[in-house]
């Protein structure tokens, strides 16, 4: 067996490129033994992510996000599938959650034809207002001033459909790094299942370096100056709705199957604190965490094994 490793070992290796998009800076690693055909894939990859960034964009003109925006409190927009299961699935995660994560927000800005905004307000805008029809695919937003986001979970989806173009393409084995967020499958050229730090060399002194993610994302939420970006909004997490103080929270990561999930659950499980989000977790199938605290302590949800 050792001696299959070796010879399997000598005829693969990774093939890494590291660009810039959305915003992030991505990494995209390919195993093979042939540096053109990997270079082609990772060409797919970037390719299949600026896709999602068009997909997805709030600033062109003709994005289907752009005219769902424009017609809030005006008439539902049919859009396409893509769309509709991407903010399906958002919706899911905002109930899951109680509303810590919510692609909506509220803008002050008129568009055109506008003479008065809806009473509506910041505080009152949320993701229930957001009505979906699943026979004609159209989505509405129901106040006048409200708008959908996906900084949230944007990155993590584009993560997503780069790995399914690369499988489509016959990369058995690889990894993507979103912006520090980790998505791999298959296995290392020598055979042996993917870890934090081998995914991501920079991570090798960290706590979940040898952490097991083959076949799995994770993505990590960092408690910054006690503050934490949910959508487009900037909310302080020492003090949540609830009273209780979360400062001592430090990071947040989820492993999760799909990188758009774990995306999008990092920084909802950091405002909800130590104990509700280890509990919350623990409720979810094919999910863990590990919450790391202002003194370095290690919170994982079970199932998480750290060595």
Request: proline share 3%.
């Amino acid at each position: 067996m050792l001696a299959l490793k070796k010879v399997l070992a000598n005829n693969l290796s990774i093939h890494r490129r590291e660009v810039r998009l959305m915003g992030n800076k991505f990494e995209i690693s390919v195993v093979g033994n042939d540096p053109v055909w990997a270079g082609e894939r990772i060409n797919s990859a970037i390719a299949e992510i600026n896709r999602v960034e068009k997909l997805l964009s709030t600033f062109s003109e003709d994005s289907e996000i752009n005219t769902i925006n424009r017609n809030a409190g005006i008439k539902p927009v049919k859009v396409s599938a893509e769309i509709f299961k991407l903010i399906d699935r958002s919706l899911q995660i905002s109930e899951l959650t109680y509303g810590a994560f919510d692609i909506t927000y509220y803008t002050t800005e008129k568009t055109e034809g506008d003479t008065d905004l809806a009473v509506a307000t910041y505080t009152t805008v949320n993701y229930k207002d957001v009505v979906l029809d699943t026979k004609a695919t159209t989505v509405f937003l129901k106040e006048k001033g409200m708008r959908i986001g996906f900084g949230a979970n944007s990155k993590g989806y584009a993560a997503d459909r780069a790995k399914y173009i690369l499988q489509f393409e016959g990369v058995s084995n690889g990894v993507i790094n979103a912006g520090g967020d980790l998505l791999t499958w298959g296995l290392q050229p020598d055979m042996e299942p993917w870890t934090v730090a081998t995914a991501d060399p920079r991570q090798k002194g960290q706590p979940l370096a040898n952490l097991d993610i083959t076949n799995m994302a994770i993505a990590t939420s960092v408690n910054t100056e006690k503050y934490a970006t949910i959508s487009d909004k900037k909310l302080s997490t020492s003090k949540p709705a609830n009273g209780f103080a979360i400062s001592e929270i430090k990071s947040v990561s989820i492993i999760s199957p799909t990188a758009e999930f774990a995306d999008a659950m990092a920084t909802p499980v950091m405002t909800i604190g130590i104990n509700a989000g280890i509990y919350l977790i623990n409720q979810l199938n094919q999910l863990g965490c590990v919450i790391i605290d202002d003194h370095s302590r290690v919170y994982p949800s079970k199932g998480i094994n750290l060595q």
